[in-house]
Structure formats: C-alpha cells, structure tokens
C-alpha cells in the first residue's frame, strides 16, 4: 500500500505525532527514515520488502552494495539502514554499561557490552577491559587482531596500558567468528599465560571471555 492510499490519520507520520513512536511497527519506523520510496515502491512497501526477506539484523550482513542493490540502486537508503544497525549497536553497548561505567559483575555483563560489536567480525579480535577496584571500567584496549595464540601474544601488550593507567585487575575479550564460542587449546594455553603474568605484575585477570554468535564462554565460570 502507498502511502498515499492511507488515511491521513492513520501514516507513520501522523501516527508517531499522536500516539508517540512505539505506536509503529518496525515497517512504519523504517518508512519515516527512508522518507520516500524507490522506483515504483512506496517507502512502507520497500519497507515491508526488506523487512519480510532480511528483518533487521540480517541488514548488516549485506553490506553497502548488497543493500544498494535490494533498495533498487538508491545508495542512499543504503547508507541509511547500516546507519540504523551502527546506532543500535552503540545505543545498546552504552545502555549495556559500554560508556555509562557500571560495574561489571559477571561474565554476562562482559557479553552484553561486546556482542553487537564483535559479533560481526570477520577475524579474531583481542580486546582488554581495564577495571578500578570497584570492577568499574577504566577503558577499553583493542590488543591483537587476527588469529590468537599464546606464542603471539606477548604479556607486555596485553598489561601495558593496565600499568599505565593503574588498573587494578582487566579482563580478556576475544570473538570467534565462527560462531562457535568454546575455546580452543591456544585459547586456553594464552589465558594461561596471561594469568600468571597478571599474578606476577599484580594485575589480576578476572576472566577471559570468548563471544559467540548467541553465546559466551567464561574463563571463570568454567
């Protein structure tokens, strides 16, 4: 249906002014950001499209020119969906603890910051929490990308910036793009590793989690 054809009173427009945006459907928030259709569409009918074929966190996965073509050529639309995911993303890292410094108290809380952004990585990515003694993050290290092994990752980059910034304890977080979120004998020998490094530097390593497609693996818990 066009929108045209829909009541006045009754448009995304209209209906998001009198009842207030979580009155839409997800195909009615997204035909408010298109603004217009594409070729012959109706932006509530591209919309309802997308939505039946990819739903929204399929849209990502595309990509810019996959997304180009399924909005008929119109880049623009494009650009604007992966916009929409790169904005959730960091809505929910920043609701999840990402930037408002809550304590992290267990290995659920690691996985709820880092699974929309390390989710879709295509390599594994070592990434470092830095925590005070209150297990409030200090910041976050990107420390190795690629495939991770104990002979590869030296102690010295791992606790640099821990040192540095008088962490009290960190906390290791790595993907799996494959999905699959158990660890591998390198995963565990690097764990190891670091460790005892921490023992020996006085930084303590609370855990090493490995984040999956719709799991996680914890160090500790396990």
Known sequence: MKIKDIPNFNRPGSKLIKNGVSSL?????LSIVFGV???????IELSNRLLKDYNLHKFEELGFKELTKECKGDFVKAMKL??????????NKLVK??????PINSAKDVYDIFVDEMRPYKKEVLKVVLLDTKNVPI??????????????????????????ESANSIILVHNHPSGNCEPSSEDIEMTKLLV?????LGVKVLDHVIIGKKKYWSWKEN
Do not use: M
């Open 97 to 102: 603890g990402g930037y408002n410094k809550k």
């Open 196 to 200: 005892q490094a921490g023992e020996h």
């Open 82 to 91: 992966l916009s929409i995911v790169e904005l959730s993303k960091r809505y």
């Open 37 to 43: 259709g594409s070729k012959g569409e109706s932006a």
């Open 139 to 164: 910041s976050i290290k990107e420390v190795s990308v690629g495939t991770l092994n104990s002979s590869l990752i030296h102690p010295r980059e791992v606790f640099k910036d821990a040192i540095k």
């Open 25 to 29: 459907d997800t195909a009615e928030l």
